[in-house]
């Protein structure tokens, strides 16, 4: 079975999911390589990678080499984890919200300081007093909620400007996909800090929406709770996206194996 990447090496190894290069990660790895890159000024960014993000952007023929800068392409879905596994991969799920949370409690040993951009009105507030309360000692050293934007508007200069000079070390990004991937994929070489694209992490944090209880997340029932309760918003996403996915992998498969 082939092993885990060491953080030494220049990037973690990849697997391909549907022409998107999945990085062979756990929550440590991608941990690890954060706070290693911390002692420089490279700007860098990390997509956490579910099944409707993935479908969404390679779909996209617009936005899709987003993928080829992308530091790390977590493996947030089970489904994408999963596949790896079946691949031989020491791979596993590291999802946005969780590996958030995870990060901010280890930052109180490494020190590392955050900055939070994203979710609607006064959610970056929210978050900030929500995760000061839990971790006390935590560096949060900016947030804000920017207007409402999409993949084609004109990056804000004096966003940038305040965020590069936070002194921050990791940047959070909650405009959902593909909006964040598109905005860190076109300011991550302005700034010096690490960028994450962590969506719904936002609002599950802040206590906006509640999530999926974790023995639904175990067995990959996450999309059902969600379903349920935001039909309206998510039923494109797990009524077509995912069947598609499906039927995108199993087709790639049996087209693999008749070439072998």
Not at 48 to 65: C, E, N, Q, Y
Not at 71 to 79: E, K, L, N, S
Not at 160 to 184: F, H, T
Not at 191 to 196: F, K, R, S
Request: hydrophobic share 40%.
């Amino acid at each position: 079975m082939p092993l885990a990447p060491d953080v030494s090496s220049k990037a973690p190894p990849t697997y391909d999911v549907l022409g998107v290069p999945i990085s062979v990660v756990c929550p440590e790895i991608v941990a690890d390589s954060i706070e290693k890159w911390a002692n420089d000024d490279n700007g860098r960014f990390i997509c956490f990678r579910d099944v409707a993000s993935l479908m969404t952007i390679s779909d996209d023929k617009s936005i899709k080499g987003l993928h080829e800068e992308a530091a790390i392409i977590a493996p947030d879905g089970m489904p994408i984890a999963l596949l790896g596994k079946i691949l031989g991969y020491r791979v596993k799920r590291t999802s946005g919200p969780d590996f958030m949370d995870f990060m901010m409690r280890r930052s109180l040993n490494s020190k590392l300081k955050h900055y939070l951009y994203g979710g609607k009105d006064d959610v970056a507030v929210r978050l900030k007093s929500a995760f000061e309360d839990r971790y006390p000692g935590i560096k949060i050293v900016g947030c804000e909620s920017p207007p409402l934007y999409s993949p084609g508007n004109v990056i804000d200069s004096d966003t940038i400007l305040r965020i590069k000079n936070s002194g921050a070390d990791i940047v959070w990004i909650g405009l959902s996909s593909p909006k964040q991937d598109v905005w860190m994929w076109h300011t991550y070489k302005d700034l010096p800090q690490t960028l994450l694209g962590v969506g719904a992490a936002f609002d599950f944090h802040a206590g906006i929406v509640k999530r999926a209880p974790r023995w639904m997340q175990s067995i990959m029932l996450e999309w059902f709770y969600r379903l349920v309760h935001e039909p309206k918003r998510l039923w494109k996403r797990y009524l077509v996206l995912a069947p598609k996915f499906v039927l995108r992998v199993l087709y790639s498969r049996i087209a693999s194996l008749g070439r072998s």
